[in-house]
C-alpha cells in the first residue's frame, strides 16, 4: 500500500488532473484543447502584465512581416496592371521592326542601326504573302510639343498610323468624335485623334465633344480634332493618354518617307500566331538576306509584348528576392528579441516555475507553456504586420495609381511563418523553464 508521503518525493510526475481523472478522460480531445486553451489564457494574461516589454518583442516581427506583405501586395498589382497592359493586344499581335524594343548595351545599338530601314514597302509584301495574316499596319512614333491657343503639352507621342484598322490593333477605342476615312488618310489631311492628357493639359479638362472641331498645332502645323480616346490611364507613373493619332501620310510631310517604319501583324486566335510569324520571316528574308557583316543577324526584329513581360518579371523576381532577404533580416531580429524576452521572463518566473512543478506540473506542461506564449506573441506580430502591410500597400498604391491586390495566401503566409519564428525562437528559454529543478526553483528569490 503506497504512502501518502511517496507523492510528495516525486511531485513532478502528478498533476491534479492526472490525479483526479481517469485515464480514459485525460486522453479525450475535448481535454486537451481545454488544456491548450487554458495555456493561451495564461499566455495572454502573462503578455497583459508587461505591456512595455511585450510592444518591444512586437517590433521586429510587425517590421519584419509589414514589409514581406506590403511588397508582396504592391509587386502583385503591378503583375496584374502590367499584364493587362503589354497584353491589351492580346496574344495575336507581333511586330516587325529595324531595333528591337529593348536594347541592352551600346554594342547592341550600333550592330542594329547597321540593319536596313523597315519600309512601307516590307509592309505592303506582308500583306500581299502573308496568307495567316488577318490585320497589317504601320506606325511611326515622335515626340512633339502640342499647342491650343496660350497652352502647351510637352513630350507629347506624335503617331503616325497606317490603315485604320490600327487602332484596333493598338486596343483603343474611341469616345467621342471619329476616326478618319480611308480617303481622308490617304489624301494627307491635316486631322487628328487626341488621348485624354491632351483634352487635361490644352482644353483644362473640358469635355471631349467640345474638342471636336478645335484647332491645335503639332510642329508649327495646325491639325483638326475629329476624335477622342478613351483613357487607358498610366503604368509604372508614365500616362498612355498623352497621344495624338494622325494619319501615316500626314506624318510623312512632317518627318518625310525615310524613317524606319514598325509593322504591326495582327493573327485572327493565337493558334497561328507562330504560323503567321514564319511566313512573315520567309517574307523578310527574300526582301532583304541576312546582314552582309554579320550573317547570324536577320536584319529585323520580329517580337510580340513577351518581350516586356519578360523583361519586367526579370526586373521584379530581382525585387521579391532583395524584399524577402530584407524582411528574413528583420524576422530573425525579432526572433532573437523574442527568445531574449523569453529567457528574461524564464529568470523572473522561477520561483512561479517552482510552485507549479512542486503541485504536479511535468516538464512537458512547462514546455508547452512558454511555447505557447512565444507562439502568441509571434503571432500576434504577425496579424499587426498583415494589416500594417496591407495598408502601407494601400497608400502607395493609391499615391501611384494601380489597383490594389490583396492576397490571402500572403496574409497566411505571414501569420505562419511568423508562428515559426515564435516556435524556433521559444523553444531554448521553453527547454530551460522545464529542466528546472522545483527545489532549486522554490529557492530562487
Known amino acids: 500500500m503506497q504512502r501518502r508521503g511517496d507523492q510528495v518525493d516525486q511531485p513532478q510526475r502528478y498533476t491534479f488532473a492526472r490525479a483526479v481523472l481517469p485515464a480514459r478522460i485525460k486522453s479525450f ?9 487554458e495555456a493561451f489564457k495564461v499566455a495572454l494574461a502573462s503578455l497583459r502584465q508587461n505591456k512595455l ?36 493586344q492580346g496574344s495575336t499581335v507581333f511586330t516587325i521592326s529595324k531595333n528591337p524594343q529593348i536594347i541592352k548595351s551600346r554594342e547592341e545599338f550600333v550592330k542594329f542601326n547597321r540593319r536596313k530601314d523597315v519600309t512601307y514597302d516590307d509592309a505592303d509584301a506582308i500583306t500581299r504573302l502573308c496568307t495567316s495574316c488577318w490585320r497589317v499596319g504601320i506606325a511611326a512614333n515622335a515626340v512633339e510639343t502640342v499647342k491650343y ?23 483603343v477605342t474611341i469616345d467621342a468624335g471619329r476616326i478618319w476615312t480611308e480617303g481622308e488618310g490617304g489624301s494627307g489631311r491635316e486631322i487628328c485623334v487626341v488621348g485624354p492628357d491632351i483634352l487635361k493639359n490644352l482644353f483644362n479638362g473640358a469635355s471631349p465633344d467640345r474638342a471636336i472641331g478645335q484647332e491645335i498645332k503639332i510642329a508649327g502645323r495646325p491639325y483638326q480634332i475629329i476624335g477622342v480616346l478613351e483613357p487607358l490611364g498610366s503604368i509604372l507613373g508614365f500616362s498612355r493618354d498623352n497621344v495624338v493619332y494622325i494619319p501615316y501620310s500626314t506624318y510623312q510631310k512632317i518627318y518625310g518617307a525615310r524613317r524606319s517604319l514598325i509593322v504591326f501583324i495582327q493573327v485572327p486566335a493565337a493558334e497561328q500566331l507562330e504560323a503567321a510569324e514564319d511566313q512573315v520571316r520567309t517574307v523578310m528574308h527574300n526582301r532583304r ?14 517580337e510580340t509584348q513577351d518581350v516586356f513581360l519578360n523583361l519586367y518579371g526579370a526586373a521584379t523576381s530581382n525585387i521579391y528576392i532583395v524584399t524577402i532577404g530584407v524582411a528574413a533580416v528583420s524576422l530573425v531580429v525579432g526572433g532573437i528579441v523574442v527568445m531574449n524576452i523569453m529567457l528574461v521572463s524564464v529568470t523572473e518566473r522561477t520561483k512561479e516555475i517552482g510552485i507549479r512543478k512542486a503541485i504536479g506540473a511535468r516538464r512537458k506542461d512547462i514546455l508547452t507553456q512558454f511555447l505557447i506564449e512565444a507562439v502568441t506573441v509571434t503571432a500576434i506580430g504577425g496579424a499587426i504586420g498583415v494589416g500594417t502591410g496591407f495598408g502601407l500597400a494601400y497608400v502607395i498604391s493609391a499615391l501611384i495609381g494601380f489597383p490594389l491586390l490583396i492576397s490571402v495566401a500572403s496574409a497566411v503566409l505571414g501569420v505562419g511563418v511568423s508562428s515559426v519564428v515564435g516556435i524556433v525562437s521559444g523553444l531554448w528559454p521553453a527547454w530551460r523553464a522545464a529542466k528546472l529543478d522545483p527545489i532549486e526553483a522554490l529557492r530562487a528569490e
Open 289 to 302: 538576306g541576312r546582314t552582309p557583316d554579320n550573317p547570324d543577324d536577320e536584319g529585323f526584329a520580329l
Open 149 to 171: 491657343a496660350d497652352q502647351k503639352a510637352e513630350n507629347v507621342r506624335v503617331r503616325g498610323v497606317q490603315p485604320t484598322t490600327m487602332f484596333d490593333i493598338d486596343g
Open 29 to 37: 480531445p475535448l481535454f486537451r484543447i481545454a488544456a491548450l486553451w
Open 53 to 88: 516589454r511585450t510592444s518591444l518583442t512586437l517590433m521586429g516581427i510587425v517590421v519584419g512581416v509589414t514589409a514581406v506583405i506590403a511588397v508582396v501586395t504592391i509587386i502583385k498589382g503591378l503583375d496584374k496592371t502590367v499584364a493587362q497592359t503589354f497584353s491589351s
